[in-house]
């Protein structure tokens, strides 16, 4: 009995988790990443990439370089409708993702793409660098290093 009410307690646990990954359209990205005082860096990736796996711990290095200033790491996983929300979960927390993350809920990429970045032809990784501030927008499809993100951001923050 012990056995099966743990097991209970694990299964609920792992759905509440999930549950925490909201589901984002398009407009809602785009919307998240509307504050002009903070520098948005919002990486398009999935667990099923092994390029995008790669790239995601240097948001980690980044995240440690910019801990006292207005920059937020979004991480919007373009997984399939089937992996979310457990897929997603699960790899969320065996690679110990520290930042936010959302899912895409889109399925049209001929109608979302040009809504995020009209330069995309829609490989993953891609990253979108905004700062409403300085009217500072850049786009990079393709894996970037922590050191690269830096420098651009540096860059904007000084202005």
């Given at each position: 009995?012990?056995?099966?009410l743990s097991f209970v307690i694990v299964l609920f646990s792992l759905s509440?988790?999930?549950?925490?990954?909201p589901a984002y359209k398009a407009e809602d990205v785009l919307q998240?990443?509307?504050n002009p005082d903070t520098f948005y860096v919002v990486n398009f990736w999935a667990t099923w990439c092994g390029p995008c796996v790669k790239e995601l711990p240097?948001?980690?290095?980044?995240e440690k370089a910019f801990?006292?200033?207005p920059v937020k790491i979004l991480l919007v996983s373009t997984d399939f409708k089937e992996d979310y929300p457990k897929k997603v979960a699960n790899f969320i927390r065996r690679k110990k993702l520290s930042h936010e993350?959302?899912?895409l809920n889109e399925s049209?990429?001929?109608e979302f793409i040009p809504k995020l970045a009209s330069e995309w032809g829609g490989a993953i990784p891609a990253t979108l660098l905004v700062y409403g501030k300085n009217q500072y927008r850049n786009f990079f499809?393709?894996?970037?290093?922590?050191k690269q993100l830096q420098l651009l951001i540096d860059k904007q923050l000084a202005y």
């Open positions: 009995m012990k056995f099966f509440v988790h999930a549950q925490s990954i998240r990443i509307s240097e948001f980690d290095k980044l801990t006292d200033r993350v959302i899912w049209k990429p001929n499809e393709g894996s970037i290093t922590a």
